[in-house]
């Protein structure tokens, strides 16, 4: 290595330390600013939650007009927010390459108006060092970049905006960086095929294609400058043939053709039951089609000796003459108020510190592309009818027509073409919000589209990154907030100039909105046992203990069970959906403490009752007492008649008093609770006195002084 060899080695080591150096500056900064702008899209989403209104129905109003304006500031706010974040990160990366490979490629050019040689580094972006005004690095696609590929060393030039500027160029270098470390580098002239661009080229290209599209350029701007083709063909080493080919015609690549049919000598007499393997296959749902290895051995049981690849090749033509006429689809177009998608995903969520999976119904109107969304425990026919009331309510009304899958809850059975019997209770539904059920062809997802591309966008736009909440009423808040958000940033696919809101508020008239709620259960009947239990889904129930041994009659809504004896309700209790539990009214025990209050001890009812704390405080203070499990039954049966409110007042007066005990708190209770009524008493003409005695103190006198009173009277 000579002297000069050496001092550009440093050099060179150097300038890609400072590089290096600057772009792990600029990605520090750079991370610390979308630190702050995660922070700032957190605090502007809770500002939204906290402050905007949410009530659908008030942003759909006239006056809810000043609210629908503050929802769209904060939206805007977001949404900038958002799109600053995501610019900063696609930075973020850019630098990380830098850093591992800053530049491949320098050129020494000198303008015409300059006196020195400037050093241009070309990389796979661009690095500028703001504060000293300095440019580092030059990205491969910007006008001074294209020196490098059109111009060998001498007098050259480029297109800018400003107008075409000419200069020469002095030294051409090509570098190979890998992880940040300067393995070798070396100077060349165009006769070296430069790879560094051809990695940097379109990933959809061969790189075989690649050169050849880089030798087409390189012989198209030698004839343009006028050389021979003999000497292109000798200074690209090419044939004469293929140089005139070029200057011949007007393509910028050559593709190779197969001109003869590709024959399948192996296969043979195989072919006839491969194909017929195929088309089997292909009427088969994705999930259960066999692999190519699975038909390989297949056909090899039965005879067949030739390769796998042989099978593969065959496989793969016959699913590509196939799938355009399979896969070919028909444009939908929708009138307003015409339809309306439904569909089920599942999703997977944080639930009171619980990671799990949830039933999510979506629900998307077709002309507007107005969509909503609401999560549910699971995919009942009651859990369906409640999104369907809550579609209803969120958009004002419903269509005339819903397009659905075929699943079990809605469809009983599938007739041919599209007959299909419906669930009984759907039908009233449909009956009842006067729209008309329409299921899909089996395995035909495409007629709904909409509502399936729905799903996919929700995933990735809402979903992600995974939601927490403390509960699934506050996760179907969030997300009936965020469908506002999306239909007001949204653009309409058919209506660009318009966000979907715009065109779902020109759709609206055309619902059909009902004033009286569906009411949307199901319905199932239990024998209640002698505890007073009726087990339902894998969950206790209670009920009143005078209907212990009856039949039971359970209305099954989306989130509470209604219980009921000859259309009477008698019981109602939040729908528990955990296996096992207990869901008990110590209320319905009451009674039975007459009989057995010794149940106060140990009953479960009553373990996790939620009481008032000076009840809570009397039950500890009376069981110093024998017969406290007593006491306090008879304290705790007056709750049904005076309320747990008034019982607990009548409690804290009793240990004000530090008088504890049934009879005290009994009393109590009944002077907060009763007036009391001064009895009328009629008094008989006979005992009425005719003269009204006058009030005399000075017979006390007379008694003082030790004289009988007789004969102070006398």
Known sequence: MTKNDRSELVFEDQRLRQTICLAKSQLEQAKLNNEGNRSEISSLQQEMRDDAPHAVSGLWDSDGFEGLVALNQYVSSIMNKMAEYEATENRIGLLKRLIASPYFARIDFKFDTAYAFEKIYIGRSSLKDDTAGKM?????????????????????????????????????????????????????????????????????????????????????????????????????????????????????????????????????????????ILRQEADLPTKRRRTVKKIHEELQREGYSGSYDTVRRYTAAWKEEHRNRKNAYVPL?????????????????????????????????????????????????????????????????????????????????????????????????SSHYLFEPCACTPAAGWEKGQVENQVSTNRTSVFVPRLKFDNVAELNAHLEEQMLVLAHTSRHPEFQERSVFEVFEEEKPYLRRQKTPFSGYTTAERRAGVQCIVRFDNNNYSVPCDYAGKLISIRIFAERLVFAVDGKTVAEHARGFEKGRYILDPLHYLPLLDRKPGALRNGRPFLDWELPVPVRKVWTALQRYPDWDR???????????YGLEAVGIACEMALEDKAVSQSVILNYLTRLTEE??????????????????????????????GQPCCARVS
């Not at 006491?631 to 008649?641: H, K, Y």
């Not at 009425?688 to 006058?694: A, H, V």
């Open 136 to 276: 580092f690095v030059y990205d491969w696609r910007s006008p001074i970049a294209g020196l490098f590929y059109r111009f060998t060393t001498g007098a050259a030039f480029y297109e800018a905006p400003a107008g075409k500027i000419e200069g020469s160029i002095g030294l051409k270098r090509q570098y190979e960086i890998k992880n940040g470390v300067l393995e070798y580098f070396f100077d060349a002239d165009v006769q070296i095929i430069d790879e560094f661009l051809r990695k940097l080229l379109s990933q959809n290209a061969s790189a075989k294609l690649k050169t050849i599209v880089e030798t087409i350029q390189k012989v198209r701007l030698a004839l343009e400058k006028g050389e021979s083709q003999r000497s292109i063909a000798k200074k690209y080493r090419l044939s004469r043939k293929t140089v005139g080919k070029i200057a011949s015609c007007e393509e910028t690549e050559f593709k190779y053709t197969r001109r003869k049919e590709i024959q399948h000598p192996a296969l043979g007499s195989f072919i006839e039951r491969l194909n017929e």
């Open 333 to 429: 177009l929708f009138a307003k108020g015409e339809a309306f998608q439904f569909d089920w995903s599942e999703e997977i969520v944080e639930i009171g510190g619980f990671v799990r999976k949830i039933n999510v119904a979506q629900v998307r109107l077709c002309y507007s592309r107005m969509r909503f969304c609401v999560a549910f425990e699971r995919q009942e026919l009651a859990m369906l009818m409640e999104a369907h009331i809550r579609a209803h309510n969120f958009f004002g009304g419903l269509c005339e027509r819903g397009i659905y899958d075929n699943p079990k809850t809605i469809v009983q059975e599938i007739g041919p073409g599209k007959e299909r019997e419906y669930n009984k209770r759907f039908l009233q539904l």
């Open 631 to 641: 006491q306090m039954s008879t304290i705790l049966s007056m709750v049904p008649r």
């Open 676 to 705: 009391s009524q001064t009895a009328d008493i009629s008094v008989p003409d006979k005992l009425k006195i005719l003269e009204e005695p006058r009030s005399d103190c000075t017979v006390y006198d007379v008694l003082l002084r």
